[in-house]
């Protein structure tokens, strides 16, 4: 399994929202750059990043440190927030991104984002699905925020996609994103166990070692973690043991 570090930006700062709260944000001092670095020089071979004010904005933002990010640090970059045309997937592509994570879209007009996949690539193209887990357990995927509900299952979406050919899923459980509470290890098992020939990018939860090892019992492709690692909690020399070990 493939960990895979994130940088959320906001004002060109590494910052972490709780639960996707504007209200709620923590700011970090260290530089995206550096930190980048440090990801890399530990052995990891990916970024994930989002840009938080193109989320907010539905503009791209931070492009000149997007850029640096996707220039020689030797890391392939993916990129996500506020990405709602063709137009703005590109300039992100053109900005060095090696694939595109794409949300709300994703959710609300699929035919354009499987118009997307099949024009660029289903390798440059991840569907990213939000969910909040109903009280009978049911998967819904939320949009704009986490803000509305689609009144859609994760399995309806997931299902639409596959048909076309997409393989990389990024699906997250908004309860468990930036809490440090665990990764909701269930809900990776079913969509592993669902879709065998998918590739999903677990996200939200992590908070330490143990849940790597939980998450790779899954089948899961890879984990995307940002506060575990920021604040400490989950350790690069564990990341190292964890992959010399896979």
Known sequence: MEVIPALDLLGGRCVRLYQGDFDQVTVYDQNPIDLARRYRDAGMQRLHVVDL???????????????????????AVQIGGGLRDLARVRTLLDTGASRVVIGSMAVTDPQAVIGWINELGAERVIPAFDVKLTEQGEPMVQTHGWTKNSEQTLWELMDCYAETGAMDFLCTD?????????????LYASCTGRYPQARIIASGGVAGFDDLTALAQTAAAAVVTGKALLDGRLQLEEIQRFLQNA
């Not at 004010?53 to 890391?75: C, F, M, V, Y």
């Not at 908004?174 to 269930?186: H, M, Q, R, V, W």
């Open 53 to 75: 004010d193109g989320a907010r904005s539905g503009e791209p933002g931070n492009l000149d440190l997007i850029a640096e990010l996707t220039g020689d640090l030797g890391l």
């Open 174 to 186: 908004i309860s468990k994103d930036g809490t440090l509470a665990g990764p909701n290890i269930e």
